[in-house]
């Protein structure tokens, strides 16, 4: 990681004429792309390293010739020679999703949707003119085959991982005659790919937008079935209605001839349903496949949206083991199957999670069940080597930049959390009423102490279980006397 953060410097450097204050690194996505934040005076900007040269050069290709067209996407300010880095405007921090999340479904909201689909319109119809589909990363349109790779996704990471029975040439037959149906539309413009809300960035009340290396030439309506249809947001019918009515309406102001609003929402419906089985399809990649959490817990709630969908929308033709499949996997059954089990008021587990120093030997478990997890964080390189850490411990902001970005503390954590969440889940299921997980390094001050913070926040978040969370040696941290009697030194405490 130190090697792409001099990288970075120097890229930034040549094209500032000024170095950085710091570089950040930003939390990391679904993607294997690796994004920073750098500080440069009162200027923000965003550092993007990745491996895969083609996708660097779609999404900055694409993003020229949307910025030339006036549109709403980041600026593209310097590429390494490489094309593994680049440096763009930074847009923000605050994405559609925090607002609805901050805000719920307020008119302030509502209006950022309505600008976000009024930005797409424009996205859509004008980055079409002139665009050089051979950047595309895949296909360079939405048409048949592209439709036939989204729906064996969905077969191979999701549908198959259940082992439910099915006529496979059936099913395959249902597939194909989805696909057909599909492409027959006229509407054929700038597909954005992944028009979802965390890809929507608010700043200033205009809005932004990201990741869009995906696009493709394809239907108008699943960019907008991704918006209006995301799992995570939850719409209301009405606003669903509202805000296609909208788009409808900003986009017969684009086109030379009004669109045919009966052709349009007639095939809607079956672009949502595509939507809704790529997601799902990524979803079991990343989850089933990869073991990401987020993905995991996702699963339930795309389901549940597609339950909501197949009760109340139809696509137009006639699929009759697909729709077979459908409601087999929407069965209460199957989604309870990944939902995770949660603390409630009633459980009495506790997990205690302690940082410790294995100079003064690993704890002892007080509540007579002999210890549980023990987890050596001396793997990673240690901060406290470093004059500018010693002062400072693993809940410093320096200290946990220095660990994400320059050991492998993420990748070590992953592991913690796929052995202890098993544990969890089944002491909850069982009524439980103790755990214990330790995490130790040679001083106890820096790297068990962000591992102990990390794993407590992870189980809060993912299980509500309540949760004991001690620093044992938080008496001999070597912190300058001013810090000695504030919150850093902060007693033992139990949250949930």
């Given at each position: 990681m130190k090697i792409i953060i001099d990288n970075i410097t120097t890229l930034f450097t040549d094209y500032k004429k000024l170095p950085p204050d710091r570089i950040e690194q930003l939390p990391r996505s679904g993607s294997d792309r690796i994004y920073f934040r750098i500080f440069c005076g009162d200027e923000s900007f965003i550092a993007t390293y990745n491996?895969?040269?083609?996708?660097?050069?779609?999404?900055?290709?694409?993003?020229?010739?949307?910025?030339?067209?006036?549109?709403?996407?980041?600026?593209?300010?310097?590429?390494?020679?490489?094309?593994?880095?680049?440096?763009?405007?930074?847009?923000?921090?605050?994405?559609?999703?925090?607002?609805?999340?901050?805000?719920?479904?307020?008119?302030?909201?509502?209006?950022?949707?309505?600008?976000?689909?009024?930005?797409?319109?424009?996205?859509?119809?004008?980055?079409d003119k002139d665009m050089d589909y051979e950047y595309c990363l895949t296909a360079k349109k939405f048409g048949k085959q592209a439709i036939m790779s989204d729906l064996l996704y969905f077969k191979y990471y999701f549908l198959d991982t259940l082992q439910l029975p099915y006529d496979k040439q059936v099913l395959m037959d249902d597939f194909e005659a989805l696909a057909s149906y599909l492409t027959k539309t006229e509407y054929k413009y700038f597909m954005f790919r992944d028009f979802q809300s965390r890809n929507i960035i608010v700043n200033n009340e205009e809005v932004f937008f990201i990741d869009f290396q995906g696009g493709m030439k394809g239907a108008l309506q699943y960019d907008v079935a991704s918006l209006l249809w995301q799992a995570k947001a939850q719409l209301s019918d009405e606003w669903k209605n509202d805000l296609l009515q909208y788009y409808l309406d900003v986009i017969d102001g684009l086109l030379a001839h009004p669109v045919d609003r009966h052709i349009f929402t007639g095939q809607f419906d079956g672009y949502v349903l595509i939507r809704m089985l790529q997601v799902l399809g990524a979803y079991g990649f990343r989850g089933l496949f990869e073991r990401k959490a987020y993905f995991l817990t996702s699963i339930p709630i795309a389901l549940k949206n597609l339950e909501t969908f197949l009760q109340n929308n139809r696509v137009g033709i006639v699929t009759p083991e697909l729709t077979r499949m459908l409601k087999a996997i929407t069965n209460e059954t199957i989604i309870h199957r990944f939902e995770p089990v949660q603390a409630n008021e009633n459980s009495p587990l506790v997990v205690t999670i302690i940082s410790f120093s294995y100079k003064k030997g690993i704890p002892v478990d007080e509540s007579g069940n002999g210890g549980g997890f023990v987890f050596d964080c001396r793997g990673m390189y240690n901060p406290g080597r470093f004059e500018d850490f010693k002062t400072l411990t693993g809940l410093d902001k320096k200290v946990i930049?220095?660990?994400?970005?320059?050991?492998?503390?993420?990748?070590?954590?992953?592991?913690?959390?796929?052995?202890?969440?098993?544990?969890?889940?089944?002491?909850?299921?069982?009524?439980?009423?103790?755990?214990?997980?330790?995490?130790?390094?040679?001083?106890?001050?820096?790297?068990?102490?962000?591992?102990?913070?990390?794993?407590?926040?992870?189980?809060?978040?993912?299980?509500?279980?309540?949760?004991?969370?001690?620093?044992?040696?938080?008496?001999?941290?070597?912190?300058?006397?001013?810090?000695?009697?504030?919150?850093?030194?902060?007693?033992?405490f139990i949250k949930s």
């Open positions: 491996l895969n040269v083609k996708e660097n050069k779609t999404f900055i290709a694409f993003s020229r010739h949307f910025k030339e067209k006036g549109l709403p996407v980041p600026e593209i300010l310097a590429v390494n020679e490489e094309v593994t880095l680049y440096i763009q405007e930074d847009l923000g921090t605050s994405c559609l999703l925090d607002f609805l999340e901050k805000e719920n479904f307020s008119a302030h909201v509502f209006e950022l949707y309505k600008k976000s689909l009024e930005q797409l319109a424009r996205l859509q119809v004008l980055g930049d220095f660990l994400v970005q320059q050991t492998k503390m993420n990748e070590f954590l992953n592991g913690v959390y796929d052995l202890v969440d098993i544990s969890v889940e089944d002491y909850l299921k069982r009524g439980f009423s103790n755990l214990m997980v330790s995490f130790g390094c040679t001083g106890g001050q820096h790297r068990s102490v962000y591992a102990a913070e990390q794993t407590a926040a992870h189980l809060i978040n993912k299980y509500k279980v309540k949760v004991k969370l001690s620093h044992l040696n938080k008496e001999n941290w070597v912190l300058p006397p001013a810090q000695k009697d504030e919150s850093i030194n902060s007693p033992d």
